[in-house]
């Protein structure tokens, strides 16, 4: 089956700076990979999600990028704010955006 | 964008007992999910559950201990039976309805065993 790593487990940035997490995932057929955000004791919510027949998609301060070939996806956050402190989880999944299975998950710490 | 509750929010039990979580949607779907997150964890997915077939179980979690039903599309229950401290987690449910192209998780249900 899938198996989704998620690098790095934690991640402390000054305000302002950029934030980078990186995924990479097993089965070539995984063609859905969203970026789910958890802030501590809420539920998850899809920040931004990308599909296997596009390398790149951006929204406003957030990016992710997909390398088919080497089977793994990234997370980029400009311009850092306090208020993007949370964990963040990758995902993939082969059936659209139905089965998901999850990175272990990046906890990103904000500093002012 | 789809809303999603859960019952109970919370709950502490004994060893042994079981407890069932509810999760309500607000529009028909054809699967709806349930996920298992441990403290400090990530999400695992326990089982996937159609409406008028039994739930389909991924590899680690077995219906003896996690009974689902899914009497219609917008309502499911999951069972967490012979409960011991390691079922200590929060208990997710989530959705895909059709109109959207996402998944949406439910609030959880934070369960604490004793």
């Known amino acids: 089956g899938e198996n989704v790593e998620q690098h790095p487990s934690t991640l402390s940035v000054q305000e302002g700076d950029s934030a980078v997490i990186k995924c990479t995932y097993s089965d070539s057929a995984s063609n859905y990979f969203p970026w789910y955000k958890q802030e501590l004791g809420k539920r998850p919510q899809l920040i931004i999600d990308i599909r296997s027949n596009v390398g790149e998609k951006k929204d406003q301060r957030i990016a992710v990028t997909l390398n088919k070939t080497a089977k793994h996806f990234s997370l980029h956050i400009t311009e850092t704010q306090p208020e993007d402190s949370a964990v963040y989880f990758c995902?993939?999944?082969?059936?659209?955006?139905?089965?998901?299975?999850f990175g272990t998950g990046t906890r990103l710490l904000v500093s002012p | 964008s789809a809303v999603i509750s859960q019952k109970p929010s919370r709950d502490i039990c004994q060893r042994g007992t079981s407890l069932t979580i509810q999760c309500q949607v607000d529009?028909?779907?054809?699967?709806m999910f349930w996920y298992r997150q441990q403290p400090g964890q990530s999400l695992t997915l326990i089982a996937t559950a159609n409406q008028g077939s039994e739930a389909t179980y991924e590899s680690g979690f077995v219906i003896d201990k996690f009974p689902i039903s899914r009497p219609n599309l917008t309502f499911s229950t999951l069972t967490v039976s012979n409960m011991s401290p390691e079922d200590s987690s929060i208990y997710l449910c989530s959705v895909a309805p059709p109109a959207y192209n996402e998944q949406f998780f439910g609030p959880g249900t934070r369960l604490t065993v004793l």
């Open positions: 995902a993939a999944s082969d059936g659209g955006f139905q089965k998901l299975v």
């Open positions: 529009s028909q779907v054809t699967m």
